[in-house]
């Protein structure tokens, strides 16, 4: 399992479980930004992404300068999601009290993974470029 709040950049997989124990997991693609550059960056002057952004550590984002409309997951130290909310470009989204990490994915993406409030992901780095 990947170790909570402990990353470097680079890429790995997100694993999905839904907040009841019916739902099945779910794999997901994910970019990971610790840095303070890699973080201030993350899906600025972008089109698309294929999957997820792990912003860490982090309490809020803001979309000023991005192309597409994202989803925003919010997560506490033990990568439970606290809220999950949609935002339009240019906006600015409160910081979220507990949240030490935050997803960020197109638009509509995270609804069909299950991601909501209560639902927990586990974080796996791949291998180091």
């Known amino acids: ?10 890429r790995g997989e997100l694993i999905v479980r839904g907040a009841g124990t ?6 997901v693609p994910l970019e990971i930004s610790t840095s303070y550059r890699a973080r201030t960056r993350g899906l600025l002057d972008r089109d ?3 999957g997820a952004m792990l912003l860490s550590p982090a309490s809020g984002v803001h979309t000023f300068g991005m192309r597409m409309p994202i989803d925003v997951a919010y997560l506490d130290r ?8 949609t935002m339009p ?14 997803l960020e994915a197109r638009a509509g993406t995270m609804a069909g993974w299950g991601l909501r409030e209560g639902a927990r992901v586990e974080v796996h780095e791949g291998p180091r470029t």
């Open 1 to 10: 399992m990947g170790r909570r709040g402990r990353w470097r950049d680079g």
């Open 22 to 27: 019916e739902a099945a997991a779910v794999t």
């Open 48 to 50: 698309s992404i294929d």
């Open 78 to 85: 033990g990568l439970t999601v606290l809220a999950v909310r």
């Open 89 to 102: 470009p240019g906006r600015l989204g409160l910081p979220r009290p507990r949240s030490r990490h935050v």
